[in-house]
């Protein structure tokens, strides 16, 4: 169970809204006893953070508590000097000239920001976004235009510098910002910790079905861990839980790689981190790391946009077919086979408009392959994916309806071969010791890493075959382990 307190400068600055028991002033919290095990969010009211003031002792005291405070010294830090916080708003700035008028005579223009929200609605985007860059309860963004307009500053605001229409906003937004914490029931069971699922309900081939999900959320109770379903519109509550664990693709340019580098910067446990995200989902990145550590791969060659003779000279190379991909493609997405010279022409040509640069291997016909599963540097569970049928791939895009994947036959790991997993732990040794899966092709004559995935699919059915709830259990357990060793300071 966590605690909320909203710490306030003086008493009378939050003379305005209904008394609490969770309101206490910046001088009954610094005086407060450190110590307790219970899980303490602060939300920092005060009316400046001006350094080794009130206000920014309550954030360095609570981050000292090992209590989740907002705003952190880190963001504190940040938003004093616009040398440090320009480099983070350039693409913001750029999307100004849309949202603000351009033929008006004023050169100055200001919005409030409580908890990523503002009353102006055509900058409401942007206001979450520089929320989500520096969270903070209370920030003003000043716009200035010379030729165009841009971000001239970011502050923080005092609550006592409000008036009365900002006044109920804020209170909206704070109630909105906090409602899951103030909604905890205390006679629920308390748990050790609280976890947040990110997940998308939306999405097509997620890494794990719903069965899964639910079977991640009950083994995490089994373990005294609540593990809380949580979704993109979610960033801003991320400071309430204690780690986080991503079961929806990942990719450096979505949300996904966003989320994993703020739990990273809030000491959370996270299960996919950044580092592994970043070393995963790029196939050229992959391949280098893999070749340098002298681990056996596909014969590859990296085409670059407008170098036909690296193109024209493929063939000689590698031989048909040809496999081409995409570097950041997932579930067989953006790769094509193709049998002549033509199909390379216009498949690479079709692939160049999404990517500069576009890897092509050998083609390895095998009927299925390998996928071994790894967590903290140890095979968790091993899988067989058959390709789909009449198709070369284990994902068929292209079939009617939905994507069509072939079969699986899941196994224990000792029944693997010897060589596909110890292939598969040296893949991963370079990566991190997160969640990953290897996939590998053997044939006759060698075993070779396709691909480590950082988010691999854990659907219920297929990867727990033969473990059962107990994968879900050492997922969850290894969770624990972190965060008792991150307790202990370990």
């Known amino acids: 169970m966590s605690r909320l307190l909203i710490v306030v400068e003086k008493a009378s600055d939050w003379g305005s809204y209904y008394p609490s028991d969770h309101v206490v002033t910046a001088a ?5 006893t450190p110590g307790g095990d219970e899980r303490t969010q602060v939300i920092n009211l005060c009316r400046s953070y001006k350094y080794l003031g009130p206000g920014y002792y309550v954030s360095l005291l609570a981050e000292a508590r090992g209590h989740r405070v907002i705003p952190s010294v880190r963001t504190i830090n940040d938003l ?22 351009g033929g008006q005579d004023t050169t100055d223009f ?10 102006h609605p055509a900058l409401s985007d942007l206001a979450r976004q520089v929320f989500e860059l520096f969270p903070c309860p209370l920030l003003r963004i000043e716009f200035t235009r010379e030729r165009v307009w841009q971000i001239g500053s970011i502050r923080p605001v005092g ?5 009365d229409a900002q006044e109920d906003s804020f209170a909206q937004s704070l109630d909105k910002f906090s409602r899951k ?24 081939m997620p890494p794990s079905n719903k069965k899964a999900l639910k079977a991640f959320i009950a083994a995490g109770k089994q373990l005294g861990v609540e593990v809380d379903p949580i979704g993109r519109q979610d960033y801003t509550r991320l400071a309430e839980y204690d780690g986080l664990f991503i079961r929806t693709t ?35 990145y992959l391949h280098d790391l893999l070749v340098s550590r002298k681990l056996a791969v596909p014969r590859t060659e990296i085409l670059y ?40 022409e216009k498949a690479a040509a079709e692939l160049f408009q999404h990517s500069a640069l576009v890897v092509a291997q050998e083609f390895l016909y095998t009927e299925y392959d390998w996928r071994i599963g790894v967590l903290n540097r140890e095979a968790i569970y091993a899988c067989q994916y058959f390709m789909s049928r009449g198709h070369w791939q284990i994902y068929n895009h292209g079939a009617k309806g939905a994507a069509k994947s072939g079969g699986f036959r899941t196994l224990p790991v000792r029944e693997a071969p010897a060589e596909v997993v110890k292939l598969a732990l ?31 699919s854990i659907d219920a059915g297929v990867e727990d075959g033969y473990l059962g709830e107990d994968l879900y259990l050492r997922i969850m357990g290894e969770f624990v382990r972190r965060l008792e060793r991150k307790r202990l300071g370990i």
Not at 28 to 32: A, H, P, S, V
Not at 250 to 275: C, L, Q, S, W
């Open 181 to 204: 914490l103030w909604r905890k029931p205390r006679t629920r069971r308390p748990y050790r910790y609280d976890i947040a699922m990110l997940v998308d309900p939306d999405e097509a």
């Open 28 to 32: 009954d919290y610094l005086r407060e």
């Open 426 to 456: 040296r893949a991963t040794q370079g990566i991190g010791d997160g969640l990953y899966g290897v996939d590998i092709k053997q044939t006759p004559e060698r075993t070779v890493v396709i691909e480590v995935n950082d988010n691999p």
């Open 250 to 284: 990942t990719a450096i340019d979505n949300h996904t790689y966003r989320f994993a580098h703020r739990a990273e910067k809030e000491g959370m446990v996270v299960i996919d981190d950044p580092t592994s995200i970043l070393r995963c989902t790029n196939k050229i």
């Open 159 to 163: 609550l006592n510098s409000l008036d």
């Open 80 to 101: 004093r000097k616009r040398s440090l916080y320009g480099l983070d708003i350039d693409d913001l700035n750029q999307k100004l000239a849309a949202l603000l008028p």
């Open 110 to 119: 200001g919005i409030l920001v409580h908890f990523g929200e503002t009353s």
């Open 305 to 344: 946009r407008d170098e036909a003779r690296r193109l024209s000279d493929l063939p000689e190379k590698l031989g048909f077919p040809i496999v081409l991909k995409i570097p950041d493609g997932s579930f067989s997405r953006g790769v094509s086979k193709v049998e002549s010279v033509e199909a390379l």
